[in-house]
């Protein structure tokens, strides 16, 4: 009886393998490299408008969010920390859903943004803290990269 083997990267990807059986053709198995390479535009297409509606998704709640966290701001609440996100300055914690809410898309679109940049997610989040710094306004919290906070 032989034995066949087959090196890992000549078999298909799993989502391949799970497309067979629904993009045959008169029952042949066998998808032809035209019909591979239109499904990998087709799965990429997809993805890009699944990422487009999920980005609209995501600035709409970060601006039904922006009043409550100016605010938290204003008070001295919530800062900026090192890698782009907020961070509460004080032991009072109030709104945590809110700032748990905006950390969680924040680092979906800076994960979005790494992958369109072919950049790490680091890279994005040290990136956006910077620009935050920038645009921040006199007497908000930052926090610097050695973990220390200051108010601009």
Known sequence: MAVETRHALSSPPPIMKMMR??????GDLDMSKKNMLSLGVFVLFLFAVVSLSMADDIKQ???????????MKQQGLVGENSKGYLEYVTSA???????????????????IIAK??????????QL????????????EFLQKADGTWYQK
């Open 61 to 71: 709640r970060m601006k039904e969010r922006l009043p409550v966290i100016v605010q």
């Open 21 to 26: 059986g629904i993009f045959t053709v008169k």
């Open 128 to 139: 956006r803290a910077l620009q935050i710094v920038q645009k921040a306004a006199k007497g």
């Open 93 to 111: 914690r109030p709104n945590p859903q809110i700032v748990d809410a905006e950390n969680s898309d924040r680092k979906k679109v800076y994960s």
């Open 116 to 125: 369109q940049q072919g950049a790490t997610i680091d890279k994005v989040e």
